[in-house]
């Protein structure tokens, strides 16, 4: 099992960045592929961001695609997720997430087995 907890959420401008993390402990860090969504106030939870367990392979969804970067650092048990010209539409919870079964799609929320607690992110216009 692996505990999940995402820290660096808060309120921005429009055009701001921020830099969210997510801290994991229990079973080995980079035995696992990584993931970030987020949900929007009365919306379905949506894939954000996934990494693979070496790093070397990310994906993004095309309304983040060119403003974030997702990384890991498997030496600090930590993933990122960077936010640059942060937009009103990117607000939501954002929740990182752990899986272990690599052949699963990485867009795919129930491909996931662990989750954190979430961070909110609000974006001022």
């Known amino acids: 099992q692996v505990q999940l907890v995402e820290s660096g959420g808060g309120l921005v401008q429009a055009g701001g960045s921020l830099r969210l993390s997510c801290a994991a402990s229990g079973r080995t860090f980079s035995g696992y592929a990584m993931g970030w969504f987020r949900q929007a106030s009365g919306k379905e939870r949506e894939f954000v961001a996934a990494?693979?367990?070496?790093?070397?392979?990310?994906y993004y969804s095309d309304s983040v695609k060119g403003r974030f970067t997702i990384s890991r650092d498997n030496a600090k048990n930590t993933v990122y997720l960077q936010m640059n010209t942060l937009k009103p539409e990117d607000t939501a919870v954002y929740y990182c997430?752990?899986?272990?079964?690599?052949?699963?799609?990485?867009?795919?929320?129930?491909?996931?087995?662990?989750w954190g607690q979430g961070t909110q992110v609000t974006v001022s216009s």
């Open positions: 990494i693979s367990r070496s790093g070397a392979n990310t």
């Open positions: 997430a752990a899986r272990l079964n690599i052949a699963k799609t990485p867009r795919d929320r129930y491909a996931y087995d662990y």
